[in-house]
């Protein structure tokens, strides 16, 4: 059960951080034609305005579909699609910030002033940490988990409490912001660094669509590496 849960908790701050995107969207008034709840068919959807809001058949993620060619979406501010890009990132933060409140608020009895403290510290340490852990990597390859490691150790050393599924989703929330936030298309991180270039360079916007396509390939093989690296762990009963 403490699995599925940790699952389920994976899901809700994957479409936590594409709500981020959303909103943001609507503040800087870029269009959105599409909001959904996960990948694949269409399970169930409502058109509100501009927007038509799905959930879909593979429950996991999400996305948001702006309503723009590639012409219109540099016809808007470079600034907004900033704000667009970084929506995600700051919805985890805020997320991950929430939890360690409520962590500092039930498990160490701390006044809310305090507990906003002890939030505001534990993200600059785990942000630290995340990106000390990122930068050792490359060297390190063995070491990258997936989406069923991540899976395997919540539901194995977190699952079973509620201070330990909230200890969970503040490092989800904060991967996921890190993550997001490296220069590589097609992470947040990689479209902030197209439209700076775009401001300095316009010619270098040209070569975005392959270099997308490259990441997208780049992301991919790493996902299948670190899935085949949490099946040799199961295997060994090194997440037991």
């Not at 910030?97 to 505001?120: I, K, P, S």
């Not at 539901?155 to 969970?168: C, D, K, M, R």
Request: aromatic share 8%.
């Amino acid at each position: 059960m403490s699995y599925l849960v940790v699952i389920l908790i994976v899901g809700l701050l994957i479409v936590i951080h594409e709500l981020g995107h959303l909103l943001v969207a609507k503040l800087c008034r870029i269009p959105i034609a599409q909001f959904s709840i996960g990948f694949g068919p269409k399970l169930l959807g409502r058109k509100w305005g501009e927007t038509t809001y799905l959930i879909s058949a593979v429950p996991i993620a999400g996305y948001v579909l702006p309503a723009l060619d590639e012409r219109e979406a540099r016809e808007h501010p470079v600034s907004n699609r900033i704000l667009f890009a970084l929506g995600g990132p700051f919805a985890n933060v805020v997320a991950a910030f929430a939890g360690l409140l409520a962590l500092g608020v039930m498990e160490l009895g701390l006044g809310v002033t305090e507990a906003a403290v002890f939030a505001t510290t534990g993200i600059w340490t785990n942000v630290g940490q995340l990106a000390t852990a990122l930068s050792t990597l490359f060297a390190e390859p063995s070491q990258l988990s997936g989406i069923v490691g991540i899976v395997a150790i919540g539901g194995s050393q977190f699952g079973s409490t509620v201070a330990g599924l909230l200890t969970f989703s503040v490092f989800i929330n904060l991967n996921l912001a890190v993550l997001n936030l490296l220069p590589l298309p097609p992470l947040d991180g990689g479209k902030i660094l197209f439209c700076l270039l775009e401001k300095i360079c316009q010619p270098l916007t040209r070569v975005q669509m392959p270099v997308t396509l490259a990441g997208w390939a780049f992301v991919l093989a790493v996902m299948v590496y670190a899935t085949i690296q949490d099946l040799q762990r199961i295997a060994g009963g090194l997440f037991a």
